[in-house]
DNA sequence: CTAGTTGCAAAGAGTTTGCATGGCG
DNA sequence: CGCCATGCAAACTCTTTGCAACTAG
């Protein structure tokens, strides 16, 4: 069994929020962002993965978590590791990718734990005035 | 400047030798697979991903290092989160792939950092069986 | 009422840093 | 000989866990 209690609607509907923006555990604890204690944070934000309502990723030091919406477990998604921004990659190229890695790989991704590193053009056209 | 130190071929020959394998930083301390300093295992892990010479991915607890051939930089890698194995993705699709993110999305990629998270056909055809 | 949940504090794991000693060039 | 590198121990950060009080169903 599982109770519906505030501290877990708190915590869904404040990344249901904040769309694709990702926050580390101690970002929500240090500035209180959600008025839930410390473990608890931890604990759902580890049982909310499970369930499929959040998205972690790793961050430079610490696991990142934003909300899950459902078109995300059909498309990957591009992070440029200079801003930090997360493109959606849902263009019909994705099936493509899909099918070729089933087919050829024989390989199913997982679009929610996958992240694909690199850089935007914004940053790169940024680096190259330097 | 930077010194050749016995310390720093110790590390880089440990990698060169073991192929696609994976470590953690603690893995090679307390099983004593190198014999180097744990502080100069952290310094040289770190500075060898800076210099191209290591991969470094994120486990589920803590990150993890292989040696990184050049090959590695032009294409992407596919790890089964159950059997954990690490499939490189050196077909000819792979050229779509970054084109297509290239030219559509206006994203390089960073092959080397990028990890895609899935499930081999094997592990697959192992869960269906339970 | 009963079983799951909360929050505090303590513990644990991974990683970084200060500093005196040692070694490369 | 001068500067960088090493290793130990201490410090730090992120995360998990034990436990008594609390709360949803």
Known sequence: MRYN???RELIISFFEKNGDKRFTASQIIENKLID???ATVFRYLS???KEGILRKTQGENAA???FAKNECKAHLHLQCTSCGRTEHM???FMKDIQN???NFHR???DNLRTVIYGKCSQCRSKENKK
């Open 5 to 7: 209690t505030k501290q």
């Open 36 to 38: 839930v204690g410390e």
């Open 47 to 49: 049982a909310l993965t």
């Open 64 to 66: 990142e978590y934003s």
């Open 90 to 92: 849902d263009c019909d």
């Open 100 to 102: 070729h890695v089933e």
């Open 107 to 109: 390989f199913e991704i």
